[in-house]
């Protein structure tokens, strides 16, 4: 099968790998679309992923095969992965945090050996979730940083009443302005550098979008005079994270969603005058892909908007993560696990 191997030193290219080996218990999927993750660019473009590795998380497609030992499940369903259920025991899973199970393994975050950017994938039959009628299985490749926005918008216990701010108008923000937005909160501004960005965010739901110059240094020991009771810190920038605490009002609360490789200084005099929180969101919610999944048939999120008009072949891969990585591409780009010739 055709598949988009990390080389090392920053490179891609296509090879052909075997089909993975069945298990009784798995069901081999036919891969149909997998988005382009940050997380891809970082560990391809910062060079930490693993040489011979297959990245690629945010993937929707086809049963091909099923174990011997598989009920319920059969040759041609259209299926997702459901994240895996934590203890249900531990102090993280009681606080209905089970992903950040404390008796999950320490993850491995550079164990991408069996990624999504090649045809076929093995999933445990255990993990499978059904792709609703009302959904293609290209959107349904949206299931898991939807699954995270979702998660984002929960832990910050954001209400309609709050006054939003967003830093980063990539993938990332724009899900998570999507799905405020579906959630009934309208009043939500976007800062982001590149028009193209702001355009996008305000296509997907933003009430204003702003450059980040507009973000002025705020006066000491109070608020702005047009603070925000959250923000959410989505472009991983540390000048942008720091622009979003100085801008809460008090008892604000700064969600860090975008990783990035310069770390923000945070003023904490101002965190303790004006009792301000800084939480931080990772994965998922308890109930994993299922809200995702109804979410995203449900209508509510403008999909065109958020995912790219053109799909992606595998031997264009490392040219588009450069190119998301600039900026030119806002929405998420899905690759087809196809080669050209
Ligand atoms: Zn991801
Ligand atoms: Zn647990």
Redesign the pocket.
């Known amino acids: 099968m055709p598949a988009a191997v990390y080389l090392g030193d920053g490179d891609i290219a296509v090879r052909e790998l075997d089909v993975p080996d069945l298990e009784p218990d798995q069901v081999l999927v036919e891969v149909s679309h997998c988005g382009i ?1 940050g ?1 891809d660019l970082h560990l391809v473009l910062e060079r930490y992923a693993r040489p011979n590795s297959v990245l690629g ?2 993937w929707a497609g086809t049963i091909a095969a099923v174990g011997a030992d598989v009920h319920g499940w059969e040759i041609g369903a259209r299926v997702v992965q459901n994240p895996t259920p934590g203890c249900g025991e531990c102090r993280a899973c009681r606080r209905g945090r089970s992903s950040v199970c404390l008796r999950r393994e320490p993850p491995d975050l550079l164990a991408w050996t069996s990624g999504a950017f090649c045809r076929y994938k093995v999933v445990p039959s255990a993990r499978l979730l059904r792709v609703p009628d009302g959904l293609t299985t290209r959107a349904a490749a949206l299931t ?2 939807t699954a995270i926005a979702i998660h984002t918008v929960n832990l910050s216990g954001v209400t309609a009443d709050d006054r939003v701010l967003v830093t980063g108008a990539g993938p990332v923000g724009l899900l998570t302005t999507a799905v405020l937005k579906a959630r009934g909160i309208d009043d939500v501004t976007v800062s982001e550098p590149a028009p193209r960005r702001r355009e996008r965010a305000r296509a997907v739901g933003a009430a204003r979008v702003i450059t980040p110059d507009e973000l002025a240094r705020p006066p000491m020991g109070r608020p702005v005079p047009e603070p925000y009771t959250t923000a959410f810190e989505c472009s991983g920038n540390a000048a942008a994270a720091e622009a979003a605490f100085d801008h809460l009002d008090y008892a604000g609360t700064l969600v860090f969603v975008g990783t990035g490789h310069d770390m923000p200084r945070i003023n904490h005099n101002r965190a303790i005058v004006l009792e301000l929180s800084i939480i931080a969101a990772y994965n998922y919610d308890i109930e994993g892909f299922g809200p995702a999944l109804e979410l995203l048939a449900s209508g509510k999120l403008p999909l065109d908007a958020l995912i790219e008009p053109d799909d992606v072949l595998l031997d264009d891969l490392l040219d588009t993560m450069h190119r998301l990585a600039a900026g030119e591409l806002p929405g998420k780009v899905m690759v087809r696990p196809e080669t050209r010739s």
Do not use: N, R, Y
């Open positions: 993750c997380t998380h945010e898991e940083p």
